[in-house]
Structures are given as C-alpha cells and as structure tokens.
C-alpha cells in the first residue's frame, strides 16, 4: 500500500507536464511526449514473462475523446529491446500499453504502462484527458477504467476527486462532461462539507441552455447526492417542459409497461413504446442506470410474438436493432431450443437462423461501442469463441438441413479452428456434409480425429463401420479397431479421474413404476449393478446425451448384472407419460423408463429424485447414478458433455469399476 501511495504521489508531482512512466522495461521518445505528434515506444521484455519470447506485440489503449479505444501494435526487435513508431491522434490525453507474445502478457505487475501526453496547442499544459484518463485507469469504482488491464482496488474517492479538478481546471471543456463523476468524488471525499459546491454544480448543469444529458446528471446528483426531493422534483419538471417526449417520459412509459403481465397486452405495449421512444434517440446513460433495456424490448417481441402466433414476423422487423449482448441468448430461445427439441417449423426456424448469423456477422466487421476496450484482435478471437460455443452447431444443422452444404462445411472449418475436434455436435454435421458432398477423403480424415479425441456421434460410428465393412469385407475385429483410433493418453487420464471419484454412500430406498404399469423397487435390484439416469421430456440435454446411452445399454444388453433405468421426473400437467412413450418409440430407444412418483399435493413428479438430491446434496437433470450390488451409491454422473462415445466410454467405466467395487 506504501508503494502504490508513493507512485500515486510521485505522478501527482509529475503530471504537471506530460510524461512517460519510464522503468527498466519501459520508455518512450520523445521523454516529453505530445498529442497529435510521432512516438516511438521501446520495450524490454527482461525480467518479465515475456522474457525470451521470440516475437512481442501489444495493445494500446487510447483515452481519446474522453473513452478508452483499443488498438493493436506490432513492434520489432531492436538489439535487447522491442519498438514501435506511433502517431498519436490529436484528440487523446493519455497512453496505456499491455505487451503480448502469445497467451503471456505483460502490464506492468497490474500498475500498467501509461503515457502521459502534453498539448501541442497549449504550451505547459496536459493535453486533453490526461489527467482524468490516469485517474479513471486507476478507479475501477466509476466504471470508466480499462477492462481487463489491471487488478486494482482503486485509488482513493480523494485522488480520483483530485484528476477530476485538475482535469476540468486545465479543460474547461469537459466541465460538463465530468461535472457528474467530479460530485461523486467531492461527495465521498468531503462528506455533508460537499454540499455547497454540489448545489453550485447542479445550477451550473441547469443553465438556460443546458441539454437533457446536462439536465440528467443534475437531476442525479440532487436525488443520489444532495439528496434533495423538492430541487429533484424541480429538475424533472424542467426536463419534463423541455424535452416531453424525453428519458423522464421514456422511464414513466418503460415502468408502465413492465408492469403488464398479459402476453398480448405486453406485445401491443412494446410495439407503441418503440414507435414513441425509439432507441436511436435515447440517452444509453439513463437507460442503464433506470434499467431501460431496449434489448429485452426485442426479444420479449420476437419471443412472444412467435408463442403467440402473431402475423408480424418481429424477427425480421428488429434483428437489426438487436445489440451484440442480447443476441446469443435470444438465438438460444428462438432457434436453439425448438430446433433441439424438433418443435415448431424447420424451415422458419433456418429462416430466423439466417437473419441472426447475419447480424452477428455485422458485428465481427463493426466491433461494437460495448467492446472498444478491446483490440481488433482481441474483439475476433472473442467474437469467434462466442459465435463458436453458442451459434456455430445449431446454424450447421440447420444449413445441412436446408441441403446447403457448402456453406455447413465452411462454417465447421472455422469452428474446428476453435474446437480442434473437440465437440461431437460439430464433428457429426462436418461428417454429414463431407458425406452429401461426396469428399470421402476429407471424411475419413475427419472420423479418425473425432474417434481419436473420442467426440464422435452414433451416426459417425455407423460411417465408420461403413467405410470398415467395405475395407475389410465384414464387420469382424470392428470394436476393436474403434477402440484402437481413441487416444490412449485420454483413456488413462479419465480412468485416474473416476477412480479419485468413487464415492461409497447409501441408497434411499425407491419403489416406480414403468411405461406398462409394473412396480419396480430397489430392494429386488441388490446383486445388480444399476444405473439410474434422471431425464425429463422438456430436457434438451437429457435427451441429447440418449444416442450415447443407447451405446453403453446395447453393450450391456447380454449382461444380467447390469440394469439401467431412464426415470421420469420433474414433469408438470398430465401428458408427459403419452409423450414420453411416443419419443422412446419414435427414436428406436431400448430403454426401460420409470416415472418417479407425484405425491398428493406435489406440482411435478420428483418424490424419488427429491429424495436423492437432499441425501447427495445435488439438484438437476440429467443425472446418472450408478449403484453396486449392495445398493451403495459409488458414482454420480452430472450433465452432458456432447460427445456419444465419450459418453459411452464414462459409463463403461463407471460401470465396470462398480462391478469390481467392495
């Protein structure tokens, strides 16, 4: 802490003109360094943990315009040091730097790498934004720091209160931009003594010739601050004159409306309230702050418009009002469930699934004002992580389904860039498309490398027996060339992972009965290994993990020691035994199906799982329990990772290590 106060009092000395933080590793020229003009940045990478690295590059964050931007900067070796030329844009006020090689980075032990620039404009002064940009970097309480750059705890409210002074003292022009933020930091800094010079802020931000922006921030700092109703009041009437259709009529709209609970009232609702207040014309500031979240606008639109059937195709109405952040998770509930599930129309579903592709797409080539403080490599490894995990195998699917499969393959390869893979979903529609374009060598490449990362589907196996049978003339020695494509080293380290962990607990007691009626109880199941799978009708990844299921019950199917039971549970209304029945059935599923039992007063059938989940203290579907002879729990298997045949390989051996269990 003594440290970090003598660098806070030793930049204080020195930002009366610009500087660069010079240490061992750092330095810049000119040692005095300007807004507007050239820069050369030196870097040493001795002692850090970019030592030795064979190439160094970095991201530069620029305070201009009073907002952190990220951009990438390529050095090159100079003897012991790195370099890089820049020209700093007249409009910024400070430097920060983060050196990278690789997945290893450099910043300065979390104090960072800052340049401090001088006006070229104004002799003996700092050039816009550098001393509040200092003083945000190292406030992480204001919300206008860097993400990501440093662990900081944050300077004191004084400091900050401090940068601010010094800020709007050496630029009157950002009196009006700053005035919020410096009454924060006066507020906590001299307590009830503030008051007279918060009083002084809000007359200065409700000038005759105030904007709303202006208006805002004085109506906050009297409700947050000064904490004064009638002066509140006095403000919101003044906005309210001079701007009706505004933020204060928006937030009085907004909350009338959240308040609906009818469906098609809140639809007709939402529509009227977008006509009246469109996003384009709204402060984004007070929408956060009062939680106007134009975003679930759209989605609750697009949502509930397609449960409720409505003539508007909302989808393409707002898709491109859609920002980035709310994009996933409304692909998720429009495409993403119904296609999982095999409800509603495909073909609208591939529609939709178009449109928001389309528009994530935007986003790759326009970073979006969300993400400036990251780089533009930064922003496309994080857009194809997210795009990868949450977009890429549904839209694959649904390509492939539209026969479209030239663009399905193009979209894998990317994925595979991520994945390596490494995901079953992704591997089973590369191979569907591999096979319908009739590149066979492609294909048999790619089977190997799922089976060998062991992230292969039911359906990948059958192309690879396929391709075995054609080879070798019959299916002899099959299984045991399957095995040999997986990774050894991946074998023994999941067995190490399930024997470290083996549990030995005590079973509830259970009694259900099965699709036909009969009661099974576990008493009679002791001298049995038994493995009980918890799923649900309305659960996606139950039924996704079922294809791998189907290949540890046929492996087991001759052994009389070894049972599974695929129990219904967590079910509302009085279909699920119909729907149930019909989808074993129409999946060709060997399973026996139990139906956990619903006690009178019970909204769902969960006695037995309920029981469970106290005794093991754990909750959720799916959940596969595998129990020893002697009825003791000895493994809990939790989710759903993707992959059948790994799924398959988990239960093998979790089964065959119960079996040998004492």
């Known amino acids: 802490m003594i440290h970090k106060t003598l660098t806070f009092l030793l930049f204080t000395a020195l930002s009366i003109n610009g500087f660069c933080q010079r240490t061992n590793n750092f330095r810049s020229l000119p040692e005095k360094p300007y807004n507007g003009k050239a820069l050369t940045v030196f870097y040493n990478p001795s002692g850090t943990p970019l030592q030795n690295k064979e190439s160094v590059n970095a991201v530069v964050y620029k305070y201009t315009d009073y907002k952190w931007e990220a951009a990438d900067v390529k050095f090159v070796k100079a003897g012991k040091e790195w370099k890089s030329d820049l020209q700093v844009p007249i409009n910024t006020g400070i430097l920060a730097f983060k050196f990278v090689s690789g997945d290893s980075i450099d910043n300065n032990k979390d104090f960072g790498y800052f340049i401090m620039l001088n006006d070229k404009d104004r002799p003996g002064k700092m050039a816009p934004g550098g001393y509040i940009g200092w003083g945000f970097a190292r406030s992480p309480s204001y919300g206008k720091n860097i993400p990501g750059y440093i662990n900081f705890k944050g300077i004191s409210d004084t400091a900050t209160y401090h940068w601010l002074n010094q800020e709007i003292l050496n630029n009157q022009k950002s009196k009006s931009l700053l005035a919020r933020d410096y009454a924060i930091a006066l507020s906590a800094y001299m307590g009830e003594h503030a008051a007279p010079k918060l009083v002084l802020a809000t007359k200065y931000l409700t000038r005759m010739d105030a904007n709303e922006s202006e208006l805002l921030d004085a109506r906050y700092i009297s409700a947050n601050l000064i904490r004064d109703k009638n002066l509140t009041d006095s403000i919101n009437m003044v906005i309210s004159q001079k701007f009706p259709n505004g933020s204060i009529a928006r937030l009085?709209?907004?909350?009338?409306?959240?308040?609906?609970?009818?469906?098609?009232?809140?639809?007709?609702?939402?529509?009227?309230?977008?006509?009246?207040?469109?996003?384009?014309?709204?402060?984004?500031?007070?929408?956060?702050?009062?939680?106007?979240?134009?975003?679930?606008?759209?989605?609750?639109?697009?949502?509930?418009?397609?449960?409720?059937?409505?003539?508007?195709?909302?989808?393409?109405?707002?898709?491109?009002?859609?920002?980035?952040?709310?994009?996933?998770?409304?692909?998720?509930?429009?495409?993403?469930?119904?296609?999982?599930?095999?409800?509603?129309?495909?073909?609208?579903?591939?529609?939709?699934?178009?449109?928001?592709?389309?528009?994530?797409?935007?986003?790759?080539?326009?970073?979006?004002?969300?993400?400036?403080?990251?780089?533009?490599?930064?922003?496309?490894?994080?857009?194809?992580?997210?795009?990868?995990?949450?977009?890429?195998?549904?839209?694959?699917?649904?390509?492939?389904?539209?026969?479209?499969?030239?663009?399905?393959?193009?979209?894998?390869?990317?994925?595979?860039?991520?994945?390596?893979?490494?995901?079953?979903?992704?591997?089973?529609q590369q191979a569907l498309s591999l096979k319908m374009l009739g590149l066979n060598k492609d294909l048999q490449m790619l089977l190997k490398k799922s089976m060998f990362k062991n992230q292969s589907s039911t359906e990948m196996i059958a192309m690879i027996r396929e391709a075995f049978v054609k080879e070798r003339g019959s299916e002899k020695g099959f299984q045991e060339y399957l095995e040999s494509l997986k990774n050894p080293a991946d074998k023994e380290k999941e067995l190490k992972d399930i024997k470290e962990s083996m549990i030995k607990k005590e079973m509830p007691t259970w009694s259900m009965k099965d699709l036909n009626g009969k009661t099974v109880n576990s008493n009679d199941l002791k001298g049995k290994t038994v493995i009980l799978d918890f799923w649900a009708t309305w659960c996606v990844p139950c039924k996704a993990s079922f294809p791998g299921m189907k290949l540890a019950v046929e492996k087991y199917k001759n052994d009389p020691d070894v049972v599974f039971y695929f129990v219904d549970t967590e079910e509302r209304g009085d279909t699920y035994k119909t729907e149930n029945a019909k989808y074993i059935k129409d999946n060709n599923y060997p399973f026996n199906v139990l139906f956990d039992n619903r006690l009178e007063g019970m909204k769902t059938n969960s006695e037995v799982f309920n029981k469970i989940c106290k005794a093991f203290t754990i909750s959720g579907i799916p959940q596969k329990l595998i129990i020893d002879k002697n009825g003791y729990l000895r493994f809990i298997s939790i989710g759903f990772k993707g992959s059948a045949t790994g799924l398959a390989d988990e239960m093998t051996a979790l089964i065959e290590m119960t079996k040998k269990a004492e």
């Open 252 to 428: 009085a709209a907004f909350k009338k409306m959240s308040s609906i609970r009818d469906i098609d009232s809140l639809l007709v609702a939402s529509e009227d309230f977008l006509s009246k207040f469109p996003e384009a014309n709204t402060n984004a500031k007070f929408n956060l702050e009062n939680r106007i979240n134009y975003g679930v606008i759209y989605q609750n639109l697009m949502v509930f418009g397609r449960l409720k059937k409505r003539p508007t195709d909302y989808v393409s109405k707002y898709i491109d009002s859609l920002p980035y952040n709310m994009l996933t998770s409304v692909y998720y509930k429009l495409i993403g469930i119904p296609y999982h599930r095999k409800e509603g129309d495909l073909k609208k579903i591939a529609e939709d699934s178009d449109l928001f592709v389309k528009r994530f797409e935007y986003f790759k080539a326009n970073q979006p004002a969300s993400m400036a403080y990251l780089s533009p490599s930064e922003w496309k490894s994080e857009y194809q992580k997210t795009f990868v995990a949450m977009v890429s195998s549904d839209h694959i699917g649904l390509l492939n389904y539209q026969k479209r499969y030239q663009q399905a393959l193009q979209y894998a390869k990317e994925a595979q860039a991520i994945l390596d893979y490494n995901n079953a979903e992704i591997n089973n």
